[in-house]
């Protein structure tokens, strides 16, 4: 591990429990524990401008992050509101110096409603016809700036993929291929989130479209309820590039949200989970992904002590 760019397991759950005021939880210590240098966030789970973003991964001992540049292009809510040039030069000097280490980029679109799930089946990703035009100038602009950033990779949320439409499954490859296309010209690595499909559907649809990757994100699995995310570990690795640490537990009333909790918390499992994307190949990153609560710098100190352990 080098010493530079990262912490020893010890320091950085140390920080991070500091930071938090969580007294180690020796009880929820698993036999499945990651690198350090495995280990980051994703920015908008802070909810915070990007200079505070900072403050609280130094307290934490995060340098790896998956970094949303919506508020570099237009800013919005659900991942940040925009942001001055000054702070985009700040944002490059902390990747320059080595504070900051990008596991991706990432972009969501402006039309995207997640109020239940009938309302972002209708305006996610690539889907609604009435925003495509302007979401394939998003793309292209996303793509040159995480160029510019030297970013290792972009990712995103397709939407719905409906494959019982023929006609619809027909435009939604299009479009999605318009994308690899888009990133591939600036080579560019692209991967789409998953957990608004089962993993069959998914990994029938990506065996017809080479230069798909997709960002792995296990609770989304449970919150659209489709499926066992470490069975769909199995049926996925081959295409898994990114990975959130997210957990939830599914609903109780079908047609609605699952409930997002802290990781550890819910229906994932550390050990099963890491268990199948170690099996799986996966040797990439780990973002910390916190959308829900309202504690959430502690919530991502926990999901990091329960990731990396104490063992130095």
Same mark, same amino acid.
């Given at each position: ?22 007294? $180690? /939880? ?21 909810? /915070? ?6 403050? +609280? ?16 292009? +237009? ?31 990432m972009i969501g $679109? ?30 292209? %602009? ?13 990712? /995103? ?6 494959? !019982? ?8 490859? +299009?479009?999605?291929? $318009? ?5 591939? =010209?600036?080579?560019?690595p692209v991967a789409?989130? !998953? ?14 479209l080479p230069g ?10 449970? /919150? ?12 996925? %690795? ?21 409930? =997002? ?5 819910? +229906?994932?499992?550390?050990?099963? $989970? ?14 910390? =992904? ?23």
């Amino acid at each position: 591990m080098n010493n530079k760019m990262n912490m020893s397991r010890r320091t950085f759950v140390g920080g991070a429990l500091a930071a938090s005021s969580i007294p $180690f /939880l020796g009880g929820c210590e698993r036999e499945k524990h990651l690198a350090a240098d495995r280990v980051g966030v994703c920015s908008w789970s802070f909810r /915070l401008p990007f200079d505070a973003v900072a403050d +609280e991964m130094r307290k934490l001992g995060l340098k790896r992050i998956h970094l949303a540049i919506q508020p570099f292009l +237009e800013g919005e809510s659900r991942h940040g509101l925009a942001e001055s040039p000054e702070a985009l030069d700040r944002v490059r000097a902390r990747i320059a110096s080595g504070e900051w280490k990008l596991s991706a980029t990432m972009i969501g $679109f402006p039309q995207e409603d997640y109020s239940t799930l009938e309302s972002i089946k209708r305006t996610g990703g690539v889907v609604p016809d009435d925003a495509w035009e302007r979401n394939k100038e998003i793309v292209k %602009a996303a793509v040159k700036f995480s160029a510019e950033l030297k970013s290792p990779l972009l990712t /995103l949320h397709a939407g719905f993929l409906d494959d !019982t439409d023929s006609a619809a499954l027909k435009k939604y490859a +299009e479009r999605v291929k $318009f994308i690899i296309d888009t990133c591939g =010209e600036a080579g560019m690595p692209v991967a789409f989130e !998953t957990g608004q499909e089962t993993a069959d559907s998914l990994a029938g649809f990506l065996s017809s479209l080479p230069g798909a990757g997709i960002n792995f994100d296990p609770a989304n699995m449970i /919150l659209y309820g489709k499926g066992d995310p470490v069975a769909a570990v199995k049926k996925l %690795a081959p295409w898994i590039r990114h990975v959130h640490v997210k957990d939830a537990i599914k609903t109780a009333v079908p047609g609605t949200w699952g409930t =997002e909790v802290p990781w550890g918390e819910g +229906e994932v499992g550390q050990d099963a $989970f890491l268990d199948a994307l170690e099996k799986g190949g996966y040797k990439g990153a780990f973002a910390i =992904e916190r959308e829900g609560g309202d504690n959430r710098v502690a919530d991502i100190a926990l999901a990091a002590n329960r990731l990396v352990g104490s063992a130095a």
